[in-house]
């Protein structure tokens, strides 16, 4: 059974940096993207940034430029989030296109959350 878990998130002052981390484990699956989503209270969840198996990312308009998306040894995604403003105050989810080895099908899984909280 594949599992997405996140850390990293916390309390910064505007301006500061955090690194979020989301581990997948499982017996054996292969991954064909990962993203970041996040979900401010009393707004949808909204796609912060992805990353395909073959490299190409995509990013939010609002985090271009800041956030930074990256995949390592295929078991780990990492949002790098520079400059952050209260606006990027949410929970950010992680999700996972991923295929178990022996089944065919591209599965979407999702984490259950870190909270971020940008304030002074």
């Known amino acids: 059974q594949v599992q997405l878990v996140e850390s990293g998130g916390g309390l910064v002052q505007p301006g500061g940096s955090l690194r979020l981390s989301c581990v997948v484990s499982?017996?054996?699956?292969?991954?064909?993207?990962m993203a970041w989503y996040r979900q401010a209270p009393g707004k949808a969840r909204e796609l912060v940034a992805s990353?395909?198996?073959?490299?190409?990312t995509d990013y939010a308009d609002s985090v271009k430029g800041r956030f930074t998306i990256s995949v390592d040894n295929g078991k780990l995604s990492y949002l790098q989030m520079n400059n952050l403003n209260v606006e990027d105050t949410a929970v950010y989810y992680c999700?996972?296109?991923?295929?178990?080895?022996?089944?065919?099908?591209?599965?979407?899984?999702w984490g259950k959350g870190t909270q971020v909280t940008v304030s002074s």
């Open positions: 499982g017996s054996s699956f292969s991954i064909s993207k």
């Open positions: 990353i395909e198996n073959g490299g190409n």
């Open positions: 999700n996972g296109w991923i295929r178990e080895t022996g089944d065919p099908r591209v599965l979407i899984y």
